[in-house]
């Protein structure tokens, strides 16, 4: 059986001043009809740009200097511009990460998908039309004949998602390479689309080259699995092998890194002081004013939580479901409209800003982007010193105390003095975090912490925040919106859904017994849900 | 595995990310309009600060027997302490027998001092009062609408206006041109303030307890400087212009202090017959408000290249 597509030793060449020599180094795999193959890596191991060498989409500062590419025999490396264009959308599509961007937010989802036709077929205006609606259809999309004429913004995230892949497939081309296609969906969605891709590809059989960096997606979907690392192909072989006995000490790192859905279990102490109660905590945007009616949005609404000394409190839910509101609102970064926090005695909600600054030391947060959340023009250093000075300690000795800091956090005490942007993702997370703890915090509060970061890297931040629980016996708040990272982490997680909890308890109970419909459907989709990740089997 | 190779990764990532960022002097040195644009203006204001011993005689010396003569011509004259010398007239005289070429170099003082003393006030008040307005959100919607009230004024009604109130001068000539540039400056500095203020490190600022003051002079001024540095050659150059035009229409400079524009006014009457009037100072200001305009262009490709994409 010829294979539909064939990589053999493909490098492709990085420009000289790049941080190394090939983005893709001598990669081979194939991708048989009717099989879904999944290319994993942590960012920069070259995923994106082998899916670009194949479209023909390479940005022009990358050349392929050695291989060939071939589409069901045809090498692609050396076809002509006019015949990739052909060939695109024809026999080979491709879906991206991000569907509000690549979709025209000014064209129709039907007139888009019907550019593909009239690019590549002579088929009459009805029949065209009748072929979208079909297509469309197929894609689950309720009532096509409105979705035909619906704008992008009119769209969620997931049925955008649809529209790329109706588009993507609508010429039955051979080969569909999916390049991260549900990154940037919510789980249950994400997994809607899974479904959907498996189902349309084993009706077709289409070849698809499906890139991800979640093992959870990798076992759901894949047949064979191609490992990559800075460019490099460490393991490539089917899906069951290689997550039972990786051969690869690389790959065994990987897979042991992604968090178990199985929670941990800490005994928890029930004396322990209670840190954080919040009590009816709300917060509603918009709702018109004295002049106008407007449409008020319900972001949070009668939160109620607690969180223990040394203990750490986990809010689950997927986007616009007010997690990061209420931690916002916590850390006093945006002004609840209604409800109580009690931090130890003392009422937090109602400080005016003069007061609130006094008290800003005692709840501390780290946000999400790493590259975001430090300003790139000031020292490390001097980023973790400002706190304590702002509380009246001296540059000498808050310098002492960040060196110990930068210590705790496994960092080079002496690369205060360097900046931002000599530190990677990681290590730019672990300062943020030494700076959050300079200020000596009762409660830290980590905002998808995490979420940005890759596997493995993000094994070790969980790791350090843990030790630093453990020694500091902190108080946490740790939002995520995912499942396996708050297996880990917490102790009791709060299940948000549009703006209510609704559901709380002790992590042990919600895991293993979901009262809440919404509970059970998150976890039902959570790629990989089956599989314990990291129990290898003997070779 | 261990976190052992992990932490390789990490630092060797790092090490790449420090390599890769090339100091911002080198880009600058790299693109030519920089080159260039500023040597133009470095010629510029040497030729303005060492005006008189460029072989220039009194600007305002006037002498009715010896008007409107051709570049090139050569007499003896008497210097102020009683000194005879050779003074070759490399641009002519104008109607009133006063030496062009010594008028056009003593204007570019005019021009040097007009461009930059507007540059510079203009972006410290616009600065001032952008940062205000971007991060203070109630005071942002009066501040914005006087803004729009400055903008809406003409800038040589305005001169007129402060001309007929304070008399012809260097200071009502720089005020007339500042007040329609600040609202310009303040719009540019609101919206860089704008998206910088939503961003994690200043919230992370504020959740330490640095006071608001504080936050705008060390957090949120040093992301307006690229564009506003860009900004402020752009203002230099166009009150260059400016200053020409509002002398030439006589509500400028008074007419016996050398400027570019003041020249060109003077030669307008004998244009016909004698062009070089006009023509010498009008190539100066041609020159210097090019030569600041492509610096100013190649420090934003430079400074800010996400802005060059977008014109």
């Known amino acids: 059986m010829q294979p539909v597509l064939d990589v053999r030793d493909l490098s492709i060449e990085l420009p000289r001043d790049g941080d190394r020599r090939h983005a893709v180094e001598k990669v081979s795999f194939t991708v048989n009809p009717g099989e879904i193959v999944c290319l994993v890596g942590e960012s920069g191991s070259g995923k994106s740009v082998i899916a670009q060498a194949v479209m023909g989409l390479l940005p022009r500062a990358l050349r392929a200097v050695n291989g060939s590419i071939a589409l069901e025999g045809e090498n692609l490396l050396a076809a002509s511009e006019e015949r990739l264009r052909d060939l695109r959308c024809t026999r080979m599509s491709m879906i991206f990460q991000e569907p509000m961007t690549a979709l025209n937010p000014v064209m129709t989802c039907g007139d888009q998908i019907d550019e593909v036709l009239r690019t590549h077929t002579k088929l009459d205006n009805a029949e065209r039309r009748r072929r979208i609606v079909e297509m469309l259809a197929q894609v689950n999309m309720p009532d096509p004949e409105r979705v035909y004429a619906s704008y992008p913004h009119q769209l969620s995230g997931g049925q955008r998602q649809r529209i790329m892949i109706a588009m993507a497939l609508i010429l039955e081309p051979t080969l569909l390479i999916a390049d991260e296609p549900t990154t940037a969906l919510d789980v249950t969605t994400q997994a809607q689309i899974l479904e959907l891709i498996k189902e349309i590809q084993r009706a077709r059989g289409t070849g698809v080259l499906f890139i991800t960096h979640d093992f959870g997606v990798v076992s759901e979907i894949a047949d064979r699995v191609a490992v990559l690392r800075l460019g490099e192909l460490v393991e490539f072989g089917e899906t069951e092998t290689l997550l039972r006995r990786p051969q690869h000490a690389y790959t065994r790192m990987l897979i042991s890194s992604v968090p178990s859905m199985i929670p941990h279990s800490r005994p928890r102490d029930p004396d322990a002081l209670v840190v954080l109660r919040t009590e009816g905590l709300s917060k509603v945007y918009g709702g018109g004013t004295f002049l106008r009616k407007g449409h008020a949005v319900r972001a949070a609404e009668n939160v109620d939580i607690e969180i223990r000394r040394g203990e750490v409190l986990g809010i689950v839910g997927e986007s616009g479901s007010g997690k990061s509101t209420v931690a916002r609102c916590i850390a006093r970064l945006i002004d609840p409209t209604g409800g109580r926090i009690y931090l130890g005695q003392d009422e937090f909600a109602g400080l005016s800003a003069r007061q609130l600054r006094r008290h800003r030391h005692r709840i501390q947060i780290v946000f999400q982007d790493p590259y975001r959340s430090l300003n790139p023009r000031r020292t490390v250093g001097d980023s973790i010193i400002e706190g304590p000075m702002n509380f009246g300690i001296g540059r000498a000795e808050a310098l002492q105390r960040a060196r110990a800091l930068m210590d705790l956090v496994r960092l080079d005490p002496n690369s205060l003095d360097r900046y931002p942007h000599q530190f990677s993702g990681g290590q730019r997370q672990r300062i943020c975090i030494a700076r959050a703890l300079a200020m000596e915090p009762e409660l830290l509060i980590a905002d998808e912490a995490v979420s940005a970061l890759d596997v493995s890297v993000q094994a070790q931040v969980l790791r350090l925040l843990d030790d630093i629980r453990e020694k500091l016996k902190l108080a946490m708040l740790f939002i995520t919106h995912d499942l396996r990272v708050a297996a880990q982490v917490c102790d009791t997680v709060a299940v948000m859904e549009r703006g209510r909890v609704v559901e709380y308890g002790g992590v042990q109970e919600i895991f293993s017994n979901p009262s809440h419909e919404y509970t059970r459907a998150l976890l039902a989709a959570a790629p990989g849900k089956d599989w314990d990740f990291g129990a290898f089997e003997a070779a | ?311």
């Open chain 2, 1 to 311: 595995m261990t976190a052992q190779t992990d932490e390789q990764v990490d630092i060797a990532a790092a090490a790449a990310a420090a390599a890769r960022k090339p100091g911002i002097f080198r880009r600058m040195g790299r693109s030519q309009s920089v080159i260039i644009g500023a040597a133009l203006v470095g010629v510029m204001l040497l030729i303005a600060i060492v005006a008189p011993w460029l072989d220039t005689i009194d600007p305002a010396q006037i002498d009715p027997t010896y008007r409107n003569r051709k570049p090139g011509v050569e007499r003896m004259i008497t210097l102020p302490g009683g000194e005879q010398v050779r003074h070759v007239y490399w641009m002519g005289t104008d109607s009133l027998g006063r030496d062009i070429y010594s008028r056009v170099i003593y204007g570019a003082r005019i021009s040097m001092v007009v461009g930059v003393t507007v540059a510079a006030i203009s972006v410290i008040v616009g600065l001032f009062i952008g940062l205000i307005s971007g991060y203070i959100r109630w005071l942002d919607g009066v501040i914005m609408r006087v803004m729009d009230g400055l903008m809406a004024i003409p800038g040589i009604l305005l001169a007129i206006g402060l001309v007929s109130l304070w008399g012809a001068g260097l200071f009502t000539v720089i005020l007339a041109i500042v007040v329609p540039e600040i609202p310009r400056v303040v719009r540019l500095v609101r919206s860089v303030v704008l998206s910088v203020r939503e961003e994690p490190y200043v919230e992370a600022a504020i959740s330490v307890g640095t006071p608001t003051p504080l936050i705008l002079v060390r957090h949120i001024m040093p992301q307006t400087m690229a564009p506003i540095i860009v900004q402020a050659t752009f203002i230099c150059a166009s009150a260059i212009l400016v200053e020409a035009i509002l002398s030439f229409l006589g509500i400028g400079i008074p007419p016996e202090t050398p400027t570019w524009g003041n020249i060109m006014a003077e030669g307008r009457v004998l244009f016909r017959i004698h062009p070089h009037n006009i023509m010498y100072p009008g190539v100066f200001l041609a020159v210097t408000v090019l030569a600041i305009n492509m610096l100013g262009d190649g420090l934003r490709d430079t400074l800010d290249p996400r802005m060059s994409k977008r014109i």
